[in-house]
C-alpha cells in the first residue's frame, strides 16, 4: 500500500513538470507589438522626374515592454533612388548601433534602435515609444502609378511590421535645358554675329510657355530672325524689337523626349556691333523660363570680341 501510494505521488509530479514546461511556465513571456507607417512629408505635393520629394517613416511600440534591435526599411519605386536622411526623432528612441542608409540605394535601411514600452504622463495620457525617420528620394522614370514599401523588425518583436503600401504618382513633366553659341567670335566694329540659341525637353512632358531672353551689351542691337528649327509649336509668339539690346523670344511649346529623340527649339538670329564700338570682349547673358516657373539662367557667356 505505501509502496503504490509512493509512485502514484511520483507519477503525480512528473506529470505536473511535464505540463509546466508545455505550457511554457519556465520561461518569461515578452509580448511586443510594432507598428510602422509610410507618408509624403507633403501630400498636396506633385511628385515629377528629377524632383526629391520627402517621405516619413514612423514605428511606434504599441506593446507593453522595451523592443530592442528595431531595423528600419523603405522599398522604393522602380527608378526611385535614396538621397538624404532629413532627421530622426521621435519618443526617446535610443540607438544602440548606427547604420545609415545608402547613397543611391532603392531599399534604404536604418538602424538599430531601442524603443520604450508604454509610459503614462503626468495628466494620465499614454505615451508610447517612436520612432520617425524623413527621407528624400530623386524620383526618376516614365510618368505612372507606383507603390512604396515600408517595413520594421526587431530582435524582441515576431515577425515583420509591414506598413500599408503608399500610392505614388509620378506625372509627367519637361525637363529643359539650353545653349547659346555665336559665330564669328571675332568682328570688327560695326560687324555682324548670328547668335544660336538651342532649347532641349529631355523630359516626359512638354514644356509650355517657353521663353528664352538674351541680354546683349548695350552696343549690340537685334536686327532680324535668321531662322527657327526643330518641332517646337508656337502661339502668340512674340519677336525682339529692331535695334533693341534685349533679344526676347517667347510663346513656344516644346514636346518632350520621344523615340525621335528630344523636343527642340533652335532659333537664330543677327546682332550688330554698332560703329564706334570699343575693342574689347562682349558676353552675352540669357534667361529661359517656362509654365510652372522653370528659370534658368546663363550669365556672361559666348563673349564676341571686337577688334580694329
Known amino acids: ?47 515629377k522626374p528629377g524632383d526629391s520629394p520627402e517621405y516619413i517613416v514612423r514605428v511606434v511600440n504599441g ?28 519618443t526617446k528612441p535610443a540607438r544602440t548601433h548606427i547604420d545609415e542608409a545608402s547613397l543611391l540605394s532603392r531599399n534604404p535601411a536604418w538602424g538599430t534602435w531601442s524603443l520604450q514600452g508604454p509610459e503614462t504622463l503626468a495628466d494620465g495620457t499614454l505615451r508610447r515609444g517612436e ?5 528624400t528620394v530623386d524620383a526618376q522614370g516614365a510618368p505612372g502609378n507606383y507603390q512604396m514599401a515600408g517595413r520594421a523588425t526587431a530582435d524582441s518583436a515576431d515577425g515583420v511590421a509591414e506598413a500599408k503600401g503608399l500610392p505614388v504618382t509620378v506625372a509627367a513633366a519637361p525637363h529643359l535645358s539650353f ?28 514644356a509650355e510657355g517657353v521663353n528664352i531672353l538674351i541680354t546683349l551689351p548695350q552696343s549690340f542691337q537685334w536686327t532680324d530672325t535668321a531662322g527657327t528649327a526643330g518641332n517646337s509649336s508656337k502661339q502668340g509668339v512674340r519677336e525682339p524689337i529692331k535695334g533693341s539690346s534685349l533679344v526676347d523670344y517667347g ?7 520621344s523615340d525621335a529623340g ?9 546682332v550688330s556691333a554698332v560703329l564706334g564700338t570699343p575693342v574689347g570682349s562682349y558676353p552675352v547673358s540669357a534667361e529661359l523660363t517656362a509654365d510652372g516657373g522653370l528659370d534658368l539662367v546663363k550669365r556672361n557667356t559666348v563673349p564676341i570680341a571686337v577688334v580694329t
Open 179 to 206: 545653349e547659346i553659341s555665336a559665330t564669328p567670335g571675332t568682328i570688327r566694329a560695326g560687324g555682324i554675329v548670328t547668335y544660336k540659341a538651342s532649347i532641349t525637353n529631355d523630359g516626359t512632358g512638354p
Open 131 to 135: 520612432l520617425d525617420i524623413r527621407f
Open 262 to 270: 528630344p523636343g527642340v527649339l533652335s532659333i537664330s538670329f543677327h
Open 1 to 47: 500500500m505505501r509502496r503504490t501510494a509512493h509512485c502514484l505521488i511520483g507519477l503525480i509530479l512528473l506529470c505536473a513538470a511535464a505540463l509546466l514546461t508545455a505550457c511554457g511556465s519556465t520561461t518569461t513571456s515578452n509580448t511586443t507589438s510594432l507598428a510602422t507607417s509610410l507618408e509624403p512629408a507633403d501630400p498636396e505635393a506633385q511628385v
Open 63 to 90: 506593446g507593453a515592454s522595451l523592443v530592442t534591435g528595431v531595423t528600419v526599411h523603405v522599398d522604393l519605386p522602380a527608378n526611385f533612388t535614396f538621397k538624404s536622411t532629413t532627421s530622426i526623432s521621435g
Open 251 to 257: 510663346g513656344y511649346t516644346i514636346p518632350p523626349r
